[in-house]
């Protein structure tokens, strides 16, 4: 099973957010810097992960990103159901039309099933118990940030 790369952004985002001092914001072109990914793919991911209630955001000059209580808790297997919006992992249609075989495919609810245990094998990993200071340490450090407790 393979997450697609927008919710790989989003993770990395949360797990940043989580190794930051409480209340610190960090502005999404800091998340950007830190993950690594670009300034635009970052945005989104904030927005979503805002509009998840993951994160809350503070307007302004001094604004930016921290997590929430909600983005402390929350668990892998719960954030990546949330981002995909894939109804199957399969693309049962074509330019010819649809899979002569779609009538009772086994193939699918297979596959369904198989997500559905990807998922609950990451429900008890919280995401911001993931990050490492020695991993993290390095990336605040290049954004001249306060270091990690």
Request: aromatic share 4%; net charge positive.
């Given at each position: 099973?393979?997450?697609?790369?927008?919710?790989?952004?989003?993770?990395?985002?949360?797990?940043?957010?989580?190794?930051?001092?409480?209340?610190?914001?960090?502005?999404?072109?800091?998340?950007?810097?830190?993950?690594?990914?670009?300034?635009?793919?970052?945005?989104?991911?904030?927005?979503?992960l805002?509009?998840?209630?993951?994160?809350?955001?503070?307007?302004?000059?001094?604004?930016?990103?921290?997590?929430?209580?909600?983005?402390?808790?929350?668990?892998?297997?719960w954030l990546?159901r949330?981002?995909?919006?894939?109804?199957?992992?399969?693309?049962?249609?074509?330019?010819?039309?649809?899979?002569?075989?779609?009538?009772?495919c086994g193939?699918?609810?297979?596959?369904r099933?198989?997500?559905?245990?990807?998922?609950?094998?990451?429900?008890?990993?919280?995401?911001?118990?993931l990050?490492?200071?020695?991993?993290m340490?390095?990336?605040?450090?290049?954004?001249?940030?306060?270091?990690?407790?």
């Amino acid at each position: 099973m393979r997450i697609n790369a927008f919710s790989d952004v989003c993770l990395r985002a949360l797990m940043l957010l989580s190794a930051s001092p409480e209340g610190e914001l960090l502005t999404t072109q800091a998340i950007a810097d830190g993950v690594g990914t670009p300034y635009n793919h970052v945005s989104k991911a904030v927005l979503k992960l805002r509009s998840l209630g993951l994160v809350d955001a503070v307007r302004g000059r001094s604004g930016g990103v921290r997590l929430s209580a909600k983005g402390r808790t929350t668990t892998v297997g719960w954030l990546l159901r949330e981002l995909d919006e894939r109804e199957d992992l399969v693309d049962c249609e074509s330019a010819a039309g649809n899979c002569p075989m779609s009538n009772n495919c086994g193939l699918r609810g297979a596959l369904r099933r198989a997500r559905e245990a990807f998922y609950r094998e990451l429900d008890e990993l919280v995401v911001s118990s993931l990050p490492h200071r020695s991993q993290m340490e390095p990336v605040f450090v290049m954004l001249s940030t306060r270091r990690p407790a």
